[in-house]
């Protein structure tokens, strides 16, 4: 019993200091507004919710992921896409002039966003079995998902179509931000969370969770890089309407997938969507082209 409360324990610990981290940033940023800075309206909301977001897990971390395998590979993932409504939400007020959110405040969301999803990755991580590390020792395996990463970045970088009216999104531009601290810190932060925090939190879900989900509901009894073409081609296709460059997408969800059933190691999928992201990354700095950001 004693080995079962020590965990949770420890769990509350660590989620009493985030939420009095939270507090402090909520605070700063509403004296920062009462000062008349009200490009922080993103910022103070994103706080807020970052705030709630925390004590909120601090709960359902004792409830839920001790008993239910799947919220431990799902909770990281829909925070994630929490933000991303958030963040697009605010862009549809500021652009009807509901409230005054510009595009280089809304770029403040993107930190509170990786705050709290790697957070809630720390205690996921830990109830996810098949997700060993020590697979990267294979050396050979590692060089091929390493190559096959690469091999999605060149693909992607060439397969920026949208369709309809739908133009180029409009990206991750740091560059909009005044003060080369602030703009170093921003760089820095997107380029963590694109290669550490993402591919962590999207291979948990898509090829830990959902492609074996797909195949049985007792989902841990299934072996990673199981395949049925069912499964295989659902994750593809989800994977490429989670992102603005639905052809690109797909063709990084079969890729992935393609990986996680020649190499059954989660750990491989992570490695290779990293390197990937690391690499687009760079590309995006040295190019200007934010729209792949």
């Known amino acids: 019993m004693e080995q079962l409360i020590r965990p949770l324990r420890n769990?509350?610990?660590?989620?009493?200091?985030?939420?009095?981290?939270?507090?402090?940033?909520?605070?700063?940023a509403t004296l920062q507004f009462r000062h008349g800075n009200d490009a922080n309206y993103s910022l103070i909301f994103a706080t807020c919710f970052s705030i709630v977001a925390q004590n909120v897990c601090r709960i359902i971390i004792t409830r839920l992921?001790?008993?239910?395998?799947?919220?431990?590979?799902?909770?990281?993932?829909?925070?994630?896409?929490v933000f991303i409504g958030i963040e697009q939400a605010l862009r549809y007020l500021g652009g009807k002039g509901v409230i005054p959110v510009s595009e280089s405040s809304l770029l403040y969301l993107y930190p509170v966003k990786v705050m709290v999803v790697a957070a809630l990755l720390i205690f996921c991580v830990r109830?996810?079995?098949?997700?060993?590390?020590?697979?990267?020792?294979?050396?050979?395996?590692?060089?091929?998902?390493?190559?096959?990463?690469?091999?999605?970045?060149?693909?992607?970088?060439n397969m920026d179509w949208t369709f309809g009216s739908g133009g180029p999104p409009p990206g991750y531009d740091p560059y909009l931000v005044q003060g080369a601290g602030g703009r170093t810190a921003l760089i820095a932060i997107r380029i963590a969370g694109a290669s550490l925090v993402v591919p962590l939190m999207e291979?948990?879900?898509?090829?830990?969770?959902?492609l074996r989900y797909l195949i049985k509901n007792e989902f841990t009894s299934v072996p990673v890089g199981a395949f049925t073409w069912g499964s295989f081609a659902v994750v593809a296709v989800l994977f490429g309407l989670e992102h603005h460059f639905i052809i690109a997408g797909v063709m990084a969800g079969v890729a992935y997938n393609l990986l996680a059933v020649y190499t059954r190691s989660i750990a491989q999928c992570v490695l290779s969507h990293a390197v990937t992201n690391l690499v687009l990354g760079i590309y995006v700095l040295t190019t200007g082209r934010w729209q792949f950001w």
């Open 11 to 28: 769990e509350r610990r660590h989620y009493r200091r985030l939420c009095i981290f939270g507090t402090h940033v909520g605070m700063s």
């Open 127 to 157: 109830r996810c079995d098949e997700l060993s590390f020590r697979d990267l020792r294979n050396l050979p395996v590692t060089a091929a998902s390493i190559v096959a990463g690469l091999v999605v970045f060149i693909l992607w970088i």
């Open 203 to 210: 291979e948990l879900f898509w090829r830990s969770f959902l």
């Open 65 to 81: 992921i001790m008993s239910n395998p799947a919220f431990a590979r799902c909770a990281p993932f829909v925070v994630y896409m």
